[in-house]
């Protein structure tokens, strides 16, 4: 691609954006973004405000108008937490001051413990803090200066939130030290998030949607760390790899999202790496390799890609669903098919029994990630991984893969005192020593953090306590004291707005009108599957592949439970989970689950997801199929008869047992019909 027709791309691409902002009756400026992962109390109760305004989240850090457009919704819901949000998000409509301040001092065993997403600080940090200030000379440009620091062996200054802001709502420009996270999970973001010490870069990105489609995009460049073991004609090269990621993201409906994400490790010293070079080589296949043959110098990038999903539900208890699948390379040169991939998926009730704020998540990806063969230092600034939490919590440069969870529950007491309780946990695969890592024993590793705030006037004060047990079985422990500049609850901020017992019931009543009125349906499934369980072993040549095919007819009892709503007078759009057993346990997570009801009786539905199956190594991939539907056979009950295929659900050939024919990957196929009744609720 030369250089002309790449200016020619972007040109038609800023093009539309500027026609999709001229279609826009106002432009409000160039946005500021809120604090990411620096000031927990004021961040939570901003994404419950997200969901319950119907506000979807796949990238942060967030920008204030978002927050805006989902207040107006969310007051209905809770009045009280919105009005301490606006109270906080006051000090971003002047034209100068402080955003945010923070500061906490630290007692802790030693421990090389990584503490999850803060920008590399260690569990050993004595003291941490971090500060943002701006400075708005008009509406289309915003200065900001900020930072975060921190003690200990490994402590450093990163200017994080350091940038210059040029822009409106549509096209946003910001130069300087801007966090990234292209992920809807709250707690980790496979691509790239704030694990690692935020690099300088140049964004490009809207912050309302665009057009019908609700079209959302962020492109960014940085310059990561030098790196002296970087591949190069046989031998070695140095320097300043670079780091670009492409976010592009669709809102067709009210309440989702879908997106497509992707990184590139390319350049540094003497290896390519022009901006006109990056885009010749954007949707480039990883070659399928012949047996023992790994081509280097032709490798322009180490890529990582992403499909991310979110959809807020209005309920009397209204929740959000999200999902990420992600993927390192190219399966066999496939341009759609993917290898060394991950998949994470969450659920949020910021009104858990109308008292408490629940967030479950849960992950697990294969092996080689943040690893590379060309880059040796892999995708990590100072040593520390760009994407996921867990990949710090295992010996550094082992590509081994993993699983993790996190489950969080806060609620506020009588007194207007907080308490946030977060559990997490994590399980290194066995097969570490099948990578080049004999002899690493890796234990489940947990952390549970207990924190306790006091929101005053204009600040919160509190404790955390960290407890836990490392990967190689060391106990750690650490208790901090912060004080945080977040508007602390403002005098009970929501003191004036707490409705009456007439405006509650009422409240009340429209949520579940509404409700009723997108026909929002929970349910679920019990019935049978069953179907035809293929194993390809692989192989670089059809005849490989042909002699390497191993087939098993199964059958199970089939589980699913999941949530939909009306989306125009005939359609329904929803989620669901599914969970069978053909000889290991498959669980399937519809993204899109479409259904058009034809009549009182009778619907058809499509739909695409992904599956995980349990086989020697875990197993990832796509699944998608159709479905007939008996509605309401008997008084809510309906009769499904769906048809599902799993599509190359694929795992890597690790262990010492697995059938070796030079081709490191195999795959399972299914065409697997399930026939079950669903309980509406």
Known sequence: MSRVRCGAWAATFLLAAGLGAGASARASGVSPYLPLNLSPEIERKIERVLVLGGEPVLTRPVAVDKVMRALTRARRLDRPLCAEVERYLDRYFRSSGVTHASAEVAAAEHSTTTLPNQRGERADSPWAASAAVFYRPGDYVLLTAGGVGYGGTDGRFNPAGSMASIGDEYLQLDL???????????????????????????????????????????????????????????????????????????????????????????????????????????????????????????????????????????????????????????????????????????????????????????????????????????????????????????????????????????????????????????????????????????????????????????????????????????????????????????????????????????????????????????????????????????????????????????LSPHLGIGVRRAISEHVDLGVRAEFDDFRGAMAALRILDLRYRLDRHFAIGAFFGFAHYSGPTPALGYYEGAELQWRNLFAHWDLSLDARIFDHVQRDKLRASDPQNGDPVEWYTMQAPALFLSRRF
């Open 176 to 554: 300087g030290y801007r966090d990234h996270w292209f992920s809807p999970l709250t707690d980790s973001s496979m691509l790239v998030s704030t694990e690692a010490p935020t690099l300088p870069s140049i964004t490009l990105s809207n912050e309302r949607p665009i057009g019908g489609l609700g079209l959302q995009y962020e492109f960014f460049l940085a310059r990561m760390t030098y790196a002296n073991q970087i591949v190069w004609h046989n031998g070695f090269t140095a320097g300043y790899p670079r780091l670009a990621g492409i976010h592009l993201g669709l809102e067709p409906f009210d309440g989702w999202s879908l997106a497509g994400n992707g990184t590139w490790q390319f350049g540094g010293g003497a290896r390519p790496g022009s901006i006109s070079e990056f885009f010749s080589n954007l949707f480039t296949r990883t070659p399928a390799s012949s047996p023992g043959v790994v081509s280097v110098d032709s490798r322009f990038a180490n890529r990582q890609v992403s499909i991310t999903s979110a959809y807020s539900f209005p309920a009397p208890q209204p929740f959000a669903a999200y999902v990420e699948y992600a993927s390192r390379d190219t399966l066999h040169g496939n341009r759609f098919r993917f290898h060394d991939t991950a998949l994470s998926a969450g659920v949020h009730f910021p009104q858990f029994f109308k008292r408490f704020d629940l967030t479950v998540e849960a992950s697990e990806w294969q092996n080689s990630w943040y690893t590379d063969y060309v880059w040796l230092e892999g995708m990590t600034v100072n040593g520390y991984v760009t994407g996921d939490w867990g990949a710090d919590w295992r010996t550094s440069g082992d590509a081994v893969g993993a699983q993790t969870a996190m489950a969080q529950l806060g609620w506020a007491l009588q007194s207007g005192d907080e308490i946030n309780l977060r559990y997490r946990t994590l399980q290194n695969q066995s097969y570490s020593a099948a990578l080049g890592f004999a002899g690493v024993d890796y234990r489940r590793a947990s952390m549970l953090t207990a924190e306790y705030a006091q929101p005053r006037e204009r600040y919160t004060r509190g404790l955390t306590l960290d407890l836990g047990r490392d990967v190689y079985g060391k106990s750690f422990a650490r208790l901090a004291a912060f004080v945080r500049l977040d508007g602390g609850n403002q005098e009970r901020a929501a003191a004036g707005v707490y409705p009456d017992d007439a405006q509650q019931a009422g409240d009340a009543q429209d949520i579940e009108e509404a409700a009723q009125a997108a026909h929002l349906e929970r349910f679920v499934d019990v019935g049978v599957s069953g179907g035809r369980l293929g194993l390809d072993l692989g192989g670089f040549t059809a005849a490989q592949e042909a002699a390497a095919s191993q087939y098993r007819n199964v």
